[in-house]
Antibody, heavy 119, light 107 residues
């Protein structure tokens, strides 16, 4: 059964870059779209962006200037980088898989990882 | 950006009773709506997509309806494990957006 697992630092300093990895286990990263989504008490669930195995990406316009999502098929991983973070980026970050059709609703989620932005 | 509004924020219902949750979009999204359930400390779980199609493994007591701008999630006979937070999500247009959630609590 395919599983997703987020990993990365739980604490990031303001103005630095948040970096997270999502590892896909017991399944291939190919042939699916993959997203990053975050959840905070203030903003609720927020879609950050997605990537396809081709490398094509889409980003939320509200974050686009600071976000990079990339994919490593050899490691069955995809990653998130969010630059110039502030306290407003404190959230639980989830990675998720789209429906196999490509439609952007999320059929599989990682457990999430808490990221706090603080000095 | 399409804004999704859920109501009520909190719904108190007794076990065995029916719960009706609402989600409204500020512009038409056809049937491109999904519902998720989230329990504390867990990731959301997909319940419904296409406004009315149950995801794999979701019990028949969960049903979705609506199109355009008005949508409803109905849970026909509440079980103890159904008390959770429910979110709707539109995927008609990018960026994909979520409602703020309805907390379903035991009355």
């Amino acid at each position: 059964q395919v599983q997703l697992q987020e990993s990365g630092p739980g604490l990031v300093k303001p103005s630095e870059t948040l970096s997270l990895i999502c590892t896909v286990s017991d399944g291939s990263i190919s042939s699916y779209y993959w997203s990053w989504i975050r959840q905070s008490p203030g903003k609720g669930l927020e879609w950050i962006g997605d990537i396809y195995v081709s490398g094509n990406t889409d980003y939320n316009p509200s974050l686009k200037s600071r976000v990079t999502i990339s994919l490593d098929t050899s490691k069955n991983q995809f990653s998130l980088k969010l630059s110039s973070v502030t306290a407003a980026d404190t959230a639980v970050y989830f990675c998720a898989r789209h429906h196999y059709s490509g439609w952007p609703y999320f059929t599989l989620w990682g457990p999430g990882t808490q990221v706090t932005v603080s000095s | 950006e399409i804004v999704m509004t859920q109501s009520p924020a909190t719904l108190s219902v007794s076990p065995g009773e029916r719960a009706t949750l609402s989600c409204r979009a500020n512009q038409s999204i056809s049937s491109t709506l999904a519902w998720y359930q989230q329990t504390p400390g867990q990731a959301p779980r997909l319940l419904i997509f296409g406004a009315s199609t149950r995801a794999a493994g979701i019990p028949a007591r969960f049903s979705g309806s609506g199109s355009g701008t008005e949508f409803t999630l109905t849970i026909s006979s509440l079980q103890s494990e159904d008390f959770a937070v429910y979110f709707c999500q539109q995927y008609n247009s990018w960026p994909y957006t979520f409602g703020q959630g309805t907390k379903l609590e035991i009355k």
